[in-house]
């Protein structure tokens, strides 16, 4: 039986059985994060996957929905708290400043809420 990676030439590499799984579950990991943190799908990595057979990581279906954004004010009504407060605390739950305005994940608040509950 035939190692599952080989070196073929400089540059050149050739996947077999898991090793192909293996590169898939990568791909699948990175378009995750990328999209995690906002930046778009790379085209190369998506070539990749199709090129090992497995088109099924289409990663937009498997994603969690985009996250819903809400201002301090309806964070601080949320949290019970004052809109300065919900200002201090949106950097520490994944806020975004934009245009001179926090905007939080709706979810992250839900999330700070239940753990100061629990």
């Known amino acids: 039986m035939s190692e599952p990676i080989q070196r073929l030439a400089p540059g050149v590499v050739l996947l077999t059985g ?3 799984d293996a590169l898939a579950y990568c791909v699948k990991v990175t378009q995750r994060a990328r999209h995690r943190n906002g930046l778009p799908h790379n085209r190369t990595l998506e070539e990749l996957a199709a090129a090992a057979g497995h088109t099924d990581i289409d990663t ?5 929905a985009e996250p819903e954004y809400i201002t301090t004010e309806e964070a601080a009504e949320m949290l019970h708290c004052s809109n300065r407060q919900a200002r201090r605390l949106a950097p520490k739950l994944g806020g975004r400043l934009t245009g001179g305005r926090w905007l939080l994940d709706r ?4 999330d700070h809420l239940q753990g100061r509950t629990a």
């Open 18 to 20: 898991d090793a192909v």
């Open 107 to 110: 979810h992250a608040v839900t």
């Open 60 to 64: 937009t279906t498997e994603l969690e």
